[in-house]
């Protein structure tokens, strides 16, 4: 499966933007993930493979909203009101395999499949 993003970009604070990730392969659990400068990777948000689940990072919730269209097989990742902190390379993740939706969604480690990245930067 590789997965490819995009629609990364420089947009000012309270900006918005849409995030892409287009799959070749099967995809089942997905979720997109940041790394800022000098950061570790964190869990941004989360999407089970028929959509009927999804998972956002607390300091996401209610700006960000993540969905997926399977007949397209990509996934997507909304992003209102963006902050100076938002400022990262998001990435998108796969898992290889069916399982069944629970917390392991938010880790890293838990996919098998990673894009190679998209920058998002959010100035103030």
């Known amino acids: 499966v590789q997965l490819v993003e995009s629609g990364g970009a420089l947009v000012q604070a309270g900006g918005s933007l849409r995030l892409s990730c287009a799959a070749s392969g099967r995809t089942f659990n997905m979720g997109w993930f940041r790394q800022a400068p000098g950061k570790e990777r964190e869990f941004v948000s989360a999407i089970s493979s028929g959509a009927g689940s999804t998972s956002y990072a607390d300091s996401v919730k209610g700006r960000f909203t993540i969905s997926r269209d399977n007949a397209k097989n990509s996934m997507y990742l909304q992003m209102n009101s963006l902050k100076p902190e938002d400022t990262a390379v998001y990435y998108c993740?796969?898992?290889?395999?069916?399982?069944?939706?629970?917390?392991?969604?938010?880790?890293?480690?838990?996919?098998?499949?990673w894009g190679q990245g998209t920058l998002v930067t959010v100035s103030s």
């Open positions: 993740a796969s898992k290889g395999a069916y399982s069944h939706w629970n917390l392991r969604a938010t880790m890293w480690n838990e996919y098998d499949y």
